[in-house]
C-alpha cells in the first residue's frame, strides 16, 4: 500500500487518510475517491490530497476485518458486515463465553494491521451482546498477513456455551427470630437469579439450621433437581459448620470453600452424587452481581468447577469496585448493550401534487404497485419493527400496507406538508427501537441489500449516529436518524421534510458508499416516471 501526499491526478481509486472540506460538503476519512469526486476537488483547487493507494496484494480493511472474524466465529455466534475495516462478533444466545486466548494472541500476534479484541474467557453474555470486534488498523491489509493467517488453525476460538436449563431447589435454613419476609424476598431473588441463567425454581424447602435436619432435607430431594441451593441462617465460618457438615453427612463432599470474589467470599461449592450444591453467603439476597454469579452460570450452562477455577477468579474479583458493574435486576440481571434496534418509517402519505389526479405511489411498477415494490425491499432486509405513515388516499395505501404484514400510523394532518408525517413518524417510532430509518415511498429503486446495508453501519457506540447513502459523491435516501437527534424533528415546518436538519448536523453525518443509483430516483413528476420505467426496461 502507498500511503501519502498525492496529486489529485493520480488518485482515482484511492482512499482518503483524512477528512477534506469542499465547500459545504465534507469528504469523509475512509471515501474512495472517484472521478466524480476528483472533478468537485478541482473545482474547488484542492491540488492535493493525503491518501492510501491499494496495490496488488493488498486486502481492503472490510476484507482483511471479515477474514479474520470468519476464521475465529464459532458456536452461538453470528458476525456482522463489515463496516470501516471493522467485523463486530454477538452472542446468539444467552450463555457463557468461551475464548481460545492462545488463539486470539495468535491472531493478534500476526502483524500490527490485523487485530481481534474480546469480552474476558467465560464472561456471561446475553444473546445480541457485543462479544468481539474485528479491526483492520491502516486501510489494507498486506497479503503476507492474510497469507499467515490463513495457515492458522484457529477452530472456533470464540464460542458461546448456552444455558441448558438447570433443575433447581433452593433450601433456606431458618431461625425463629427471623421473619418470614426474608425467606420471601430471598426466594424471589434467587428464583430471578436462576431465571436469568436459563434455571428453573422446582421447589423451595425451609429447614431448622440444623445439621441433622439438613442432611434429611438433602436426602428428599426432588429427582429432578440437578442444583441445590442453600442459603444458611448464618453464614458459613469453616469447612465443619452446619451446611458443609450436613452435605458430608448426606453423602456429599465440598470441592471448595471460600472464593477470592468480594462479594461472595464465603461461598461453598460442593458435589452429592450427580448434584452439584452451592452453600451461598449472605450477597446472593442482594440482586446485584456477586460471586455466586460466576459460579451458577457456568454450572447453567453444563461446565464442571475445579477447586483451581474458583482460585483463579481473583483478578477482576473486587466487583463492589468495578465501575461497569451490572445494575440491579431489572427483568434481566446482566444490562449490556446489545446490536441497536432500528424502526423503519415508510412515507406514505403525501398528496402527489406534481403528479396531477394521479397518486404516484400507486402507479404499476412490475406488476404491483410503487408502494408494493419499496415494501417488498423493505421487508427483505429482515427487520420486524416497520410501519406505513398513511395520509392521502389512506384506504390505498393501508390496504397495501397490510397486504405487506405492517403497522399503519395515520397522519391526519397531511395536507399541512411534509413535516407533518415526519414528525408523525418520529412519534411512532418504538421505544426500544434506538433509530429510525426513513424510506420514502416513492422510490422503486431502493434495494433491500442497501436498506440492509445502511442499518449494519449504524452504531451509536461508535459515533455512528447519522448514517447517509452517497454514491458518486452525491448524498442520497433513506437515510437513518439516532434516537439523539429526534428532539430536533420538532423544528420542521410545512412542507420540509428530514432533509433540512441535515445542515445542521452536518458534522455528524456518516457517509456510507453504496453501489446504487436507486437511492436517488425517486418520482415526483409523470415525466419522472417514465425515465424511471425507461432506464429500469
Not at 489529485?8 to 474512495?32: N, W
Not at 468481539?132 to 503476507?144: G, Q, R, V
Given at each position: 500500500m502507498r500511503f501519502g501526499?498525492?496529486?489529485?491526478?493520480?488518485?482515482?481509486?484511492?482512499?482518503?487518510?483524512?477528512?477534506?472540506?469542499?465547500?459545504?460538503?465534507?469528504?469523509?476519512?475512509?471515501?474512495?475517491?472517484?472521478?466524480?469526486?476528483?472533478?468537485q476537488l478541482r473545482a474547488a483547487a484542492i491540488t492535493h490530497v493525503t491518501a492510501a493507494q491499494?496495490?496488488?496484494?493488498?486486502?481492503?480493511?472490510?476484507?482483511?476485518?471479515?477474514?479474520?472474524?470468519?476464521?475465529?466465529?464459532?458456536?452461538?455466534?453470528?458476525?456482522?458486515?463489515?463496516?470501516?475495516?471493522?467485523?463486530?462478533?454477538?452472542?446468539?444466545?444467552?450463555?457463557?463465553?468461551?475464548?481460545?486466548?492462545?488463539?486470539?494472541?495468535?491472531?493478534?500476534?500476526?502483524?500490527?494491521?490485523?487485530?481481534?479484541?474480546?469480552?474476558?474467557?467465560?464472561?456471561?453474555?446475553?444473546?445480541?451482546?457485543?462479544?468481539?470486534?474485528?479491526?483492520?488498523?491502516?486501510?489494507?491489509?498486506?497479503?503476507?498477513?492474510?497469507e499467515v493467517l490463513s495457515s492458522l488453525d484457529c477452530s472456533a476460538a470464540i464460542n458461546v456455551r448456552p444455558y441448558v436449563g438447570k433443575g433447581c431447589t433452593l433450601i433456606q435454613t431458618q431461625l425463629s427470630s427471623v421473619k418470614d419476609s426474608l425467606y420471601h424476598k430471598t426466594k424471589n431473588t434467587l428464583a430471578q437469579r436462576m431465571s436469568d441463567f436459563g434455571a428453573i425454581l422446582?421447589?423451595?424447602?425451609?429447614?431448622?439450621?440444623?445439621?441433622?435436619?439438613?442432611?434429611?432435607?438433602?436426602?428428599?430431594?426432588?429427582?429432578?433437581?440437578?442444583?441445590?441451593?442453600?442459603?444458611?441462617?448464618?453464614?458459613?465460618?469453616?469447612?465443619?459448620?452446619?451446611?458443609?457438615?450436613?452435605?458430608?453427612?448426606?453423602?456429599?463432599?465440598?470441592?471448595?470453600?471460600?472464593?477470592?470474589?468480594?462479594?461472595?467470599?464465603?461461598?461453598?461449592?460442593?458435589?452429592?452424587?450427580?448434584?452439584?450444591?452451592?452453600?451461598?453467603?449472605?450477597?446472593?439476597?442482594?440482586?446485584?452481581?456477586?460471586?455466586?454469579?460466576h459460579i451458577l452460570s457456568r454450572l447453567c450452562a453444563g461446565m464442571n468447577i475445579r477447586a483451581?477455577?474458583?482460585?483463579?477468579?481473583?483478578?477482576?474479583?473486587?466487583?463492589?469496585?468495578?465501575?461497569?458493574?451490572?445494575?440491579?435486576?431489572?427483568?434481566?440481571m446482566i444490562q449490556h448493550t446489545v446490536q441497536p434496534t432500528v424502526a423503519i418509517a415508510v412515507m406514505a402519505a403525501g398528496k402527489s401534487s406534481r403528479m396531477g389526479e394521479t397518486n404516484k405511489l400507486l402507479l404499476p411498477y412490475k406488476d404491483k404497485t410503487v408502494l408494493d415494490h419499496v415494501l417488498d425491499q423493505v421487508k427483505t432486509a429482515g427487520h420486524e419493527d416497520v410501519f406505513v405513515v398513511t395520509g392521502h388516499d389512506q384506504a390505498a395505501t393501508k390496504t397495501i400496507a397490510g397486504q405487506h404484514g405492517v403497522r399503519v400510523v395515520?397522519?391526519?394532518?397531511y395536507a399541512s406538508g411534509m413535516s407533518s408525517s415526519v414528525k408523525k413518524a418520529i412519534e411512532a417510532v418504538p421505544e426500544h427501537c434506538e433509530g429510525v430509518l426513513i424510506v420514502l415511498g416513492d422510490m422503486p429503486g431502493i434495494t433491500g441489500e442497501v436498506i440492509e446495508k445502511i442499518i449494519a453501519a449504524y452504531n451509536p457506540i461508535e459515533g455512528r449516529n447519522l448514517i447517509m447513502p452517497v454514491h458518486t459523491g452525491k448524498?442520497?435516501?433513506?437515510?437513518?436518524?439516532?434516537?439523539?437527534?429526534?428532539?430536533?424533528?420538532?423544528?420542521?415546518?410545512?412542507?420540509?421534510?428530514?432533509?433540512?436538519?441535515?445542515?445542521?448536523?452536518?458534522?455528524?453525518i456518516i457517509e456510507l458508499e453504496?453501489?446504487?443509483?436507486?437511492?436517488f430516483m425517486d418520482i415526483d413528476t409523470a415525466e419522472a416516471y417514465q425515465a424511471f420505467l425507461e432506464a429500469k426496461g
Open positions: 501526499r498525492f496529486s489529485i491526478d493520480e488518485c482515482e481509486g484511492a482512499y482518503l487518510a483524512h477528512s477534506v472540506m469542499v465547500g459545504e460538503r465534507r469528504f469523509k476519512k475512509g471515501t474512495q475517491l472517484s472521478s466524480t469526486m476528483l472533478d491499494l496495490e496488488d496484494g493488498d486486502v481492503h480493511e472490510d476484507e482483511a476485518a471479515t477474514v479474520v472474524a470468519s476464521k475465529v466465529v464459532g458456536d452461538h455466534t453470528v458476525c456482522e458486515k463489515a463496516f470501516t475495516g471493522r467485523v463486530n462478533l454477538r452472542a446468539e444466545v444467552d450463555g457463557i463465553l468461551e475464548i481460545s486466548a492462545d488463539v486470539i494472541d495468535a491472531v493478534n500476534g500476526i502483524d500490527e494491521a490485523l487485530t481481534i479484541a474480546t469480552l474476558h474467557n467465560n464472561a456471561m453474555v446475553q444473546k445480541g451482546q457485543l462479544i468481539a470486534t474485528s479491526k483492520t488498523i491502516p486501510f489494507a491489509a498486506p497479503a503476507e498477513a492474510m422446582i421447589e423451595e424447602k425451609r429447614c431448622d439450621h440444623v445439621i441433622d435436619t439438613l442432611a434429611e432435607q438433602l436426602l428428599l430431594l426432588d429427582e429432578a433437581t440437578e442444583l441445590v441451593l442453600i442459603m444458611g441462617a448464618s453464614a458459613i465460618a469453616d469447612r465443619r459448620d452446619v451446611i458443609p457438615a450436613a452435605i458430608e453427612q448426606a453423602g456429599g463432599y465440598t470441592i471448595h470453600f471460600g472464593m477470592p470474589v468480594d462479594p461472595g467470599n464465603l461461598l461453598l461449592v460442593a458435589r452429592m452424587g450427580n448434584r452439584w450444591i452451592l452453600g451461598l453467603p449472605g450477597c446472593a439476597r442482594s440482586p446485584k452481581l456477586n460471586g455466586i454469579d483451581t477455577d474458583i482460585m483463579g477468579m481473583g483478578v477482576g474479583g473486587l466487583l463492589n469496585e468495578y465501575v461497569g458493574r451490572p445494575q440491579p435486576r431489572a427483568g434481566k395515520h397522519n391526519e394532518d448524498w442520497g435516501n433513506p437515510v437513518l436518524w439516532g434516537r439523539e437527534f429526534f428532539n430536533s424533528f420538532s423544528k420542521l415546518k410545512g412542507d420540509n421534510g428530514a432533509k433540512i436538519l441535515l445542515r445542521e448536523f452536518q458534522q455528524e453504496v453501489d446504487s443509483d436507486g437511492i
